[in-house]
C-alpha cells in the first residue's frame, strides 16, 4: 500500500569519486607517484599497496560533493547526506588517489567493502590499486552499486576475474519529477483518488517547508509509529532513527531540504532529501501517521512540487526486499529501476 513507511536502507555507503584541484582538495598525481599531500589527508605514503582513508566528516561536503554531484551516477548511495549521516554505522571513508575518489565502508564483521571508482582517472589502475588493498587487508575485494555499464566495463578490462551478482532489494527507484506532480494518465488513476478523498477529508492541511524548529515533532511523530508497531526498540528501527537525527540536526551543512504536512497546529507528515547529481534528487526519508488515508501520496507530491525545477529526477531509493515497500514503489511507475550489482574478485 502506499501508506507504507518508507524506511531507510541498513546497509553501506561506498562512494569514489574524482579530480581535486586546490588547498581544500588538492590534485594528485598517478596512483603509482602519489605521496602524502598538504594537511596528511590524501596520500598512500611509503607504501603503494595501501591506500590512506580519512573518515567522512560534515566537513568533506565540498569535496565529495564536487564529484557526485558532477558525476553521471544517480546511485541515492552518492548522495552525501546519506554517506554522512549514516557513518556512525558503517565508519564510511574516503580517499582522493589519481583523480579518483575512493570511498570504503566496513560491512557484517568489518569486512571493508568498496563502491565502484568514480572519476576522470584510469579505471583500471583504480581497481587494481583496491584489489591489493583488499588482498593486503585479508579479503577479496568486493564492489558495491555496480551498474550494468560497469559491469560490462569490468568485464573488459579484467576479464573473468569477477563474479557479479545482482541486489534486487537494492535496486533504486527513480522517476520523472514532472510524473510525481502530476500524477497524469490512468495509470495515476489511484494516486489521484487518494488525494481527492484526503484534500476533502482535511481541507485545512497545509504543506510547509521543514524548518529546525519542527524537528521535536517530526522525530515525535516517528517514535508514535515505532511504538504503534511494536518495534520501538527494533536495532534496525533504532539505526534509521539515529541516522535520521543527524540528518535533521544538520540539515543546512548536509544540503538537505525537506517539508511537512499540517492538519491543525499537528505535523502528521514529514519528508526530506537532497542532491544525488546536478540533475537527480534523493528522498531519503518519508514518513506520515499511517492512520490517515492518502497523507502519503499527498506529501510525495507536495514536496516534488516545492523541489527546484533543475532535478529532472527524483529517486526514492530501494525498497529493501519489503513486500509493502516494493508494491509501493513500483505504484508510482518508475522511469528508472536503477540495478546495482556486487563484483567480488576471485582472483
Not at 7 to 33: C, D, M
Not at 64 to 80: E, H, P, Q, V
Request: aromatic share 12%.
Amino acid at each position: 500500500m502506499e501508506e507504507t513507511i518508507f524506511l531507510r536502507k541498513y546497509r553501506l555507503f561506498f562512494f569514489w569519486g574524482v579530480v581535486l584541484n586546490n588547498l581544500t582538495a588538492v590534485k594528485l598525481l598517478s596512483i603509482s607517484a602519489v605521496r602524502e599531500t598538504e594537511g596528511g589527508i590524501f596520500y598512500i605514503g611509503n607504501d603503494r599497496n595501501m591506500i590512506d582513508f580519512k573518515p567522512i566528516s560534515l566537513a568533506d561536503r565540498e569535496v565529495i560533493t564536487s564529484f557526485t554531484l558532477a558525476g553521471d551516477s544517480r546511485d541515492c548511495d552518492f548522495s552525501f547526506a546519506n554517506l554522512c549521516s549514516w557513518h556512525f554505522l558503517y565508519d564510511s571513508e574516503y580517499a582522493v588517489v589519481g583523480d579518483m575518489l575512493l570511498i570504503r565502508c566496513r560491512w557484517g564483521e568489518h569486512r571493508p567493502v568498496y563502491m565502484p571508482p568514480l572519476g576522470t582517472g584510469d579505471m583500471a589502475a583504480a581497481v587494481r590499486l583496491l584489489e591489493r588493498q583488499a588482498r593486503t587487508s585479508g579479503h577479496e575485494l568486493c564492489l558495491v552499486g555496480v551498474s550494468p555499464e560497469l559491469v560490462t566495463d569490468l568485464e573488459r578490462l579484467f576479464p573473468g576475474r569477477f563474479v557479479f551478482t545482482p541486489e534486487r532489494d537494492y535496486f533504486d527507484y527513480i522517476y520523472e519529477r514532472t510524473d510525481l506532480i502530476t500524477l497524469s494518465g490512468k495509470k495515476y488513476q489511484a494516486k489521484r483518488n487518494h488525494i481527492n478523498r484526503f484534500r476533502q477529508e482535511y481541507p485545512d492541511c497545509r504543506y510547509k517547508p521543514l524548518t529546525s524548529d519542527m524537528i521535536p515533532q517530526c522525530l515525535a511523530l516517528d517514535m508514535q509509529w515505532c511504538i504503534s508497531t511494536g518495534r520501538s526498540e527494533d536495532s534496525d528501527l533504532l539505526n534509521e532513527r539515529h541516522s535520521m537525527t543527524f540528518a535533521l540536526e544538520h540539515m543546512d551543512e548536509l544540503g538537505i531540504r525537506g517539508g511537512v504536512l499540517c492538519i491543525g497546529d499537528d505535523i502528521e507528515a514529514f519528508t526530506f532529501g537532497s542532491p544525488v547529481t546536478a540533475d537527480t534528487f534523493g528522498v531519503h526519508v518519508e514518513k506520515a501517521n499511517t492512520r490517515i488515508e492518502g497523507i502519503y501520496a499527498v506529501v510525495n507530491r507536495e514536496f516534488v512540487r516545492h523541489i527546484p525545477e533543475n532535478y529532472r529526477y527524483i529517486n526514492r531509493e530501494e525498497d529493501l526486499g519489503i513486500p509493502g515497500l516494493r508494491k509501493a514503489k513500483l505504484s508510482y511507475h518508475p522511469t528508472i529501476l536503477l540495478e546495482k550489482n556486487m563484483a567480488v574478485w576471485k582472483g
